[in-house]
Structure formats: C-alpha cells, structure tokens
T-cell receptor, first 116, second 114 residues
Framework: GAVVSQHPSRVICKSGTSVKIECRSL??????MFWYRQFPKQSLMLMAT?????????EQGVEKDKFLINHASLTLSTLTVTSAHPEDSSFYIC????????????FGSGTRLTVV | AQSVTQPDIHITVSEGASLELRCNYS??????LFWYVQSPGQGLQLLLK??????LVQGIKGFEAEFKRSQSSFNLRKPSVHWSDAAEYFC????????????FGKGTRLSVIA
C-alpha cells in the first residue's frame, strides 16, 4: 500500500530558530500534499495545499511567511517553520494524494514540534 | 457547504461490547468517505473507505461501516471492542480524485473499560 514517510517524528527547537519537516511518498507520486496542524484533543486543521511545482495555497489565517511549504518533486514536500515561537508548538501532519486518487489520502506519522 | 459531524465527543464502552460511532456528512458531490483512527502522538491510520458499490464496507481490525445515502450517514461499527481499540476516531469526506483536501469531523474519543 501507499506509504508517506514523515520526519522528524519529534523535534525540540529554541525560540527564533527554524525547523524543517519532510514528507516523502515512498511508492507513488504525490501530485498534491496537504499540511495539517493538530492541537491537543482536537481535529486536524488544514494549513495549506501544495501541488508539485506550484506555490502552496494557504488557508485563511495561516501565515505563509512563517510556514514555508516547498513541493519541488513528486515525492517530497517540506514544511519549514521559520522563527519558531512557543505558540507554534503543535503536532504537524502531512497527507499525500496522487492525481487519480488511486491511493486515496495517505497520511504521514506526524511531527511533534516543541519550541522552548 | 461541506461538513462532517461526529455527534459524540467521547464514548466509553466495556471490553467485548459492541460499538457504533456516528458520522453525518454534508457534501455537494458524490462523497468519498473515510474513517481514520489515531492513537496518542501518532498519525492517522485508515480503517476503511467508501466510494461506490456495496454500502457495507469492511475495514481493518474488525471494523465495518455502512453508507446510508438517505440519512447522509457513514457510521462505524465493531461487534466486540478490544482494549487496544481505545483511540481517537475521525470521519472524513472528500472527492474521489483531484486536489481537494478531506473535510474532517471533530473526532470521537473511545475509551475502553474492563
């Protein structure tokens, strides 16, 4: 079945630094990647949608200069949290989709970001 | 507007008892329906999905769900719950192709007691 590998699973960084999260589709071409944020005991909140080779589309209220998304290849998308602050601490999850939808929506295992 | 409603925030069942988690959706086109399970600190695992065909769908871990178009529902069931089923369950709806993201319900937390 389809697999999306997300790294790192956990990261602790100092306030003001940047953190990069990677999502790789291992056995299919991820034409679209979705990035979600999840607060404790809440549902997933869509942050942005990225199509390979195009600029990401951000949801209302999501700062595109803080959450930089790159989807330069059909197998890799990255989310960079720039100048991180404690309020950016959260669980981030990616989801990949192929063009035909054959593999449905495949989720990564998530990244727990803690900013200290 | 597209939406998913999971009416139950938290459900507690005894181990061995049956389970039904409710999900109602509102979607403009033919829906592609999903149930995911999430353990604490983990990503989402697909339990089952439905797009067309038999309205009773079998999934992993002994789960099944029934699509009822007339009720706009896609309830998840399991005849006998195990302690390891304790987790958060999310119902979601989306298109069968393209780049539209899934719409998630708020989730139902399942607790299992001895």
């Amino acid at each position: 079945g389809a697999v999306v590998s997300q790294h790192p699973s956990r990261v602790i960084c100092k306030s003001g630094t940047s953190v990069k999260i990677e999502c790789r589709s291992l056995d299919f071409q991820a034409t679209t990647m979705f990035w979600y944020r999840q607060f404790p005991k809440q549902s997933l909140m869509l942050m942005a949608t990225s199509n390979e080779g195009s600029k990401a589309t951000y949801e209302q209220g999501v700062e595109k200069d803080k959450f930089l998304i790159n989807h330069a290849s059909l197998t890799l998308s990255t989310l960079t949290v720039t100048s991180a602050h404690p309020e950016d601490s959260s669980f981030y999850i990616c989801s990949a989709r192929d063009q035909q939808g054959y593999y449905g929506y495949t989720f990564g295992s998530g990244t727990r970001l803690t900013v200290v | 507007a597209q939406s998913v409603t999971q009416p139950d925030i938290h459900i507690t069942v005894s181990e061995g008892a049956s389970l039904e988690l409710r999900c109602n959706y509102s979607y403009g086109a033919t829906p592609y329906l999903f149930w995911y399970v999430q353990s604490p600190g983990q990503g989402l695992q697909l339990l089952l999905k439905y797009f067309s065909g038999d309205t009773l769908v079998q999934g992993i871990k002994g789960f099944e769900a029934e699509f009822k178009r007339s009720q706009s529902s896609f309830n998840l069931r399991k005849p006998s719950v195990h302690w390891s089923d304790a987790a958060e369950y999310f119902c979601a709806v989306g298109p069968n192709s393209g780049n539209t993201p899934l719409v998630f319900g708020k989730g139902t937390r399942l607790s299992v007691i001895a």
